[in-house]
T-cell receptor, first 115, second 112 residues
Framework: KAGVTQTPRYLIKTRGQQVTLSCSPI?????VSWYQQTPGQGLQFLFE???????NKGNFPGRFSGRQFSNSRSEMNVSTLELGDSALYLC??????????????FGPGTRLTVL | EDQVTQSPEALRLQEGESSSLNCSYT??????LFWYRQDPGKGPEFLFT???AGEEKEKERLKATLTKKESFLHITAPKPEDSATYLC?????????????FGSGTQLTVLP
């Protein structure tokens, strides 16, 4: 069974640009969550999508947005990039069922560097 | 607000030297506590989910336990390949059903 895939794996952008990251969840998984990982702040929740609807959003500015498609694939977008947006962006997928099916499985991440 | 504190920040063990990692948490209603392993440059790898105090789960040299305030990850007779950062996370009832709050992790190094 294929795992969570994320593309691209590496990105280099300059300040002010925008970027779109993609995530394909495990087949059959309906929920996709996004996290930002930095050395200083660790792993922080960005948002979760389920049935093409954003269910919750973490404490991030409006420059961070996302969407989910009918096949459960998800994209996140960051506009007007800042140096502090440099991070590993991780996508996690879940069945979105009741216990014990609430585990989240992470992809390899997209390493974003903002110059 | 859910909070997770992991200790120690870093741990160096000799191969075969057993030890435990600690995860203390405060959460408004625990949906689940999760342990992950993360290797450098990779995404976290799922290890265990614990749902209620008293629950225990084992996998190879790892055993996770849960109380109402903390969880322990016990590593028995570790090998160098167990070297990684171990992350603890909680799902509380205040956020969405699948929002995880992570600790800062314990970086484990096992020396041959």
């Amino acid at each position: 069974k294929a795992g969570v895939t994320q593309t691209p794996r590496y990105l280099i952008k300059t300040r002010g640009q925008q970027v779109t990251l993609s995530c394909s969840p495990i087949s059959g998984h309906r929920s996709v969550s996004w996290y930002q990982q930095t050395p200083g702040q660790g792993l922080q929740f960005l948002f979760e999508y389920f049935s093409e609807t954003q269910r919750n959003k973490g404490n991030f500015p409006g420059r961070f947005s996302g969407r989910q498609f009918s096949n459960s694939r998800s994209e996140m977008n960051v506009s007007t990039l800042e140096l502090g947006d440099s991070a590993l962006y991780l996508c996690a997928s879940s069945l979105a069922g009741l216990q014990p099916n609430n585990e989240q499985f992470f992809g390899p991440g997209t390493r974003l560097t903002v110059l | 607000e859910d909070q997770v504190t992991q200790s120690p920040e870093a741990l160096r063990l000799q191969e075969g030297e057993s030890s435990s990692l600690n995860c203390s948490y405060t959460v408004s209603g625990l949906r689940g506590l999760f342990w992950y392993r993360q290797d450098p440059g990779k995404g976290p790898e799922f290890l265990f989910t614990l749902y209620s105090a008293g629950e225990e789960k084992e996998k190879e040299r790892l055993k996770a336990t849960l109380t109402k305030k903390e969880s322990f990850l016990h590593i028995t007779a570790p090998k160098p390949e167990d070297s990684a950062t171990y992350l603890c996370a909680v799902q509380g009832r205040s956020g969405s059903a699948r929002q995880l709050t992570f600790g800062s992790g314990t970086q484990l190094t096992v020396l041959p």
